[in-house]
């Protein structure tokens, strides 16, 4: 095992040293197909949004200027178009971004609107940006100024306002805790207006004046207008040193709050079917302190495109053969390669060579954006212009207090069936972040909690079910509906909202300002009715059909959900017997499952040691 866990090892390194920083160019977010920036198509970075409906728009505009935006906005609201801001990179899986209005309607890109004000006093710094600055732009601006900001999104390549359009954090629950829009000041928002008024105006949002209207316009949705600056509060630049820590997680249940509490930056990432958890601790430490370190995260890291396409080939062959201890198998070694390498931090900006990582802010909270580059075989992971991850992404926040409930839950389903949970680890495991209470937008957390971030395999045809699909159904209708967990706004799939409706008690506030703002819902779309429950919409939220739980689209409760004529039948869960899964019955006899360890060198395919990576 050691020999190929190094060669893997040594191989990703290489790929590291090779290319260096360069990245691959994403395709753009909004392609159109007539002339003059018309007939338009959205994608999400994976090519499909949750519900797989095509999200179309008669045209798209580029504001650069706050002007440009009012007359956008003006525009539409004087046609009575439907309209949703997309930003550059569309990082969202729900359909959020769609105008909606059968094609007739208009994207709003922030694309090119991306200057970046940095206020270094008197009081509290301050950086305003522009709606479609960049992460990773905005830490890098404010470090230029001996200046930073706490807690964000892992990765650089998502737009700040997108960012609040979800609801989009970091780890931590000390101070305000990790989401952004804790730490907003004022936002400038474009809004309807009278025909007096031109169509549209601009409205300014004071941090404990205007929080009526603030606190929606924190996390928004989009379906209150177009923000068009956001002003942040900055601190003075810091480090951090941190260390990831390998742990069996035996006693996973009761580390959770621990690692919230003892570190200000901590996670932990959870990989059931090993029992391995990977603890983060992680503080900051004076700006004086030795290290370099810089966060190249693999997985969110540009990788040849090739290398994407063999993992997810082994995965398809795997799926179809319903092998999963292969998927075991290369899971194992993947997080023994991972480890070893240290996740692909660097404590020098090239090279890892131990924990703890030390290094300034800007350089370790969020990672590189997949942007600017010479080589255009690099790409991400998640990038659509190769045949590599379609997955699912679920996001759910569940309150501390459930949290060692749920535990033991997942855990007894990988006793009942070692082999069904195999799957996630290909996709980095359960990755498990502090999240506080909203102490201010409306639909924010309601709990402090730990949002689980669960990746795992989509098939490109919604009407073939995967492996073990029962399981991760079971998993989330017992997050929705045993442990009322929270879906984040921008990942999860279709039926990861159906609790929503009820979730969130300041939702009539929310609901309050959108209708003051724009009454004739312009800027709101089927998605967002459903998931608001505007006028009852909620009802229409799952689609109901042959094959629609095999997609996430609908909960089973008819075989026909699922797929009988492949053995798949609507069934109770094993450990939350209130679930109804699509669990395939014929020749699966569960209590002959034995526990079987993998290493790498079980890999005997080429595939499966190329989709270590
Ligand atoms: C690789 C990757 C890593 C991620 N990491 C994290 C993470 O660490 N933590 C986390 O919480 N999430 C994470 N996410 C999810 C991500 O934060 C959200 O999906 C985020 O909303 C995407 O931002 P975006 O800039 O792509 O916005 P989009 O997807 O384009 O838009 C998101 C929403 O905001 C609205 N919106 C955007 N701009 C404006 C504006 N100017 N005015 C009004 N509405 C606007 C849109 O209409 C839409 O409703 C990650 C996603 C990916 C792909
Ligand atoms: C980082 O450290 C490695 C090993 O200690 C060294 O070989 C390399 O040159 C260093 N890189 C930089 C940029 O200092
Ligand atoms: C399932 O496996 C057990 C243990 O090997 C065996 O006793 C039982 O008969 C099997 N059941 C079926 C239906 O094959």
């Given at each position: 095992?050691?020999?190929r866990?190094r060669l ?7 790929v ?5 920083p ?15 920036n ?11 949004f949750?519900?797989?409906n095509e ?5 798209v505009v ?5 002007q ?10 004087k046609?009575g ?6 930003s ?11 105008p ?6 208009m ?20 950086a305003?940006?522009e709606a ?8 890098d601006?404010?470090?230029r100024?001996?200046?930073?900001f706490p ?9 700040i ?16 805790g ?5 730490y ?7 809004v309807p ?5 031109g169509?549209?105006?601009v409205i ?25 600056t ?8 810091f480090?951090?040193s941190?260390?990831?820590?390998e ?9 959770v ?7 200000e ?15 983060r601790l992680d503080n ?7 290290g ?8 969110l ?6 290398l ?6 082994s995965e398809?062959?795997d799926e ?6 292969a998927?075991?198998m290369?899971?194992t070694?993947?997080?023994s390669?991972?480890n ?11 090279h ?11 350089s370790i ?7 600017d580059?010479?080589i ?5 992971v998640?990038?659509r212009r190769?045949?590599g991850?379609?997955s ?8 501390f207090?459930?949290?060692p409930a ?12 070692p ?8 996709y980095?495991g359960?990755?498990m972040r ?5 102490r201010s937008?409306y639909?924010?957390p309601?709990?402090?909690g ?7 395999y ?17 998993i ?6 045993k442990?009322?967990?929270?879906p ?10 159906v ?12 609901l ?7 009454p004739?819902?312009?800027?709101s ?22 094959h629609c ?5 609908c909960?089973c409760?008819?075989?026909i959900h699922?797929?009988?004529?492949k053995?798949y039948?609507?069934?109770a869960?094993?450990?939350y ?14 209590t002959?499952?034995a526990?079987?360890?993998?290493d790498a060198?079980?890999c ?8 270590i990576l």
């Amino acid at each position: 095992m050691e020999s190929r866990v190094r060669l893997i090892v040594i191989i990703s390194l290489s790929v590291f040293c090779w290319f260096g920083p360069t990245v691959g160019v994403a395709p753009p977010a909004v392609e159109c197909y007539g002339v003059g920036n018309t007939d338009c198509k959205a994608y999400s970075y994976q090519g499909l949004f949750s519900d797989r409906n095509e999200c179309r728009a008669a045209k798209v505009v580029y504001p650069t200027t706050e002007q440009e935006v009012i007359a956008a906005v003006a525009d539409g609201v004087k046609n009575g178009l439907k309209m949703r801001v997309i930003s550059k990179g569309s990082h969202s899986l729900p359909s959020l971004v769609c105008p909606g209005g059968n094609g007739a309607g208009m994207f709003i890109s922030t694309r090119d609107y991306k200057g970046i004000a940095v206020n270094t006093g008197p009081g509290t710094p301050t950086a305003t940006v522009e709606a479609g600055v960049m992460l990773k732009a905005f830490m890098d601006e404010a470090s230029r100024h001996g200046l930073t900001f706490p807690h964000m999104p892992y990765w650089g390549g998502l737009s700040i306002s997108g960012i609040l359009g979800t609801g989009a954090h970091g780890s931590g629950i000390w101070g305000k805790g990790s989401s952004m829009y804790e730490y907003v000041k004022e936002i400038r928002l474009v809004v309807p207006a009278s025909e007096e008024d031109g169509y549209a105006k601009v409205i300014n949002l004071v941090a404990g004046v205007d929080d009526e209207i603030l606190n929606a316009a924190r996390l928004s949705l989009g379906v209150l207008g177009v923000i068009s600056t956001v002003t942040l509060e900055l601190q003075p630049m810091f480090k951090r040193s941190f260390s990831l820590v390998e742990k069996s997680d035996v006693d996973l249940e009761t580390q959770v709050a621990l690692n919230a509490e003892q570190n200000e930056f901590g996670d932990i990432t959870w990989y059931p079917a090993q029992k391995l958890a990977v603890y983060r601790l992680d503080n900051r430490v004076p700006v004086v302190t030795t290290g370099e370190g810089v966060n190249k995260y693999i997985h969110l890291q540009p990788l040849p495109a090739a290398l994407f396409e063999a993992a997810r080939l082994s995965e398809e062959v795997d799926e179809t053969s319903g092998d999963g201890q292969a998927k075991c198998m290369r899971a194992t070694a993947q997080v023994s390669a991972l480890n070893l390498m240290g996740h692909g931090f660097t404590n020098n900006g090239t090279h890892f060579t131990g924990y703890p990582v030390v290094g300034f802010q800007n350089s370790i909270a969020t990672s590189g954006t997949c942007e600017d580059t010479t080589i255009p075989s690099l790409m991400c992971v998640w990038d659509r212009r190769h045949k590599g991850v379609l997955s699912f992404e679920e996001g759910f926040t569940v309150s501390f207090s459930n949290i060692p409930a749920f535990i033991r839950d997942v855990k007894a389903l990988v006793a009942l069936n070692p082999e069904s949970l195999c799957g996630i680890g290909l996709y980095a495991g359960i990755l498990m972040r502090h999240i506080k209470k909203s102490r201010s937008a409306y639909l924010g957390p309601i709990e402090d909690g730990v949002e689980l971030d669960i990746v795992y395999y989509r098939s490109r045809d919604p009407h073939v079910p995967r492996l073990y699909q029962d399981v991760t159904e079971e998993i989330e209708q017992m997050l929705l509906f045993k442990y009322n967990a929270r879906p984040h706004w921008g990942k999860s799939q279709v039926v990861g909202f159906v609790t929503t409706k009820d979730m969130y008690p300041e939702l009539p506030r929310f609901l309050k300002v959108k209708n003051q703002l724009d009454p004739q819902g312009l800027f709101s779309n089927d998605w967002t009715d459903s998931v608001l429950n505007v006028d009852g919409a909620a009802a229409n939220l799952q689609k109901f059909g042959p094959h629609c739980a095999l997609d996430g689209q609908c909960i089973c409760t008819e075989d026909i959900h699922c797929a009988p004529e492949k053995g798949y039948f609507c069934q109770a869960g094993r450990i939350y017997t209130e679930a109804r899964v699509c669990r395939k019955v014929s020749n699966v006899n569960e209590t002959s499952f034995a526990y079987l360890t993998h290493d790498a060198d079980s890999c005997v395919d080429p595939w499966c040691s190329l989709s270590i990576l």
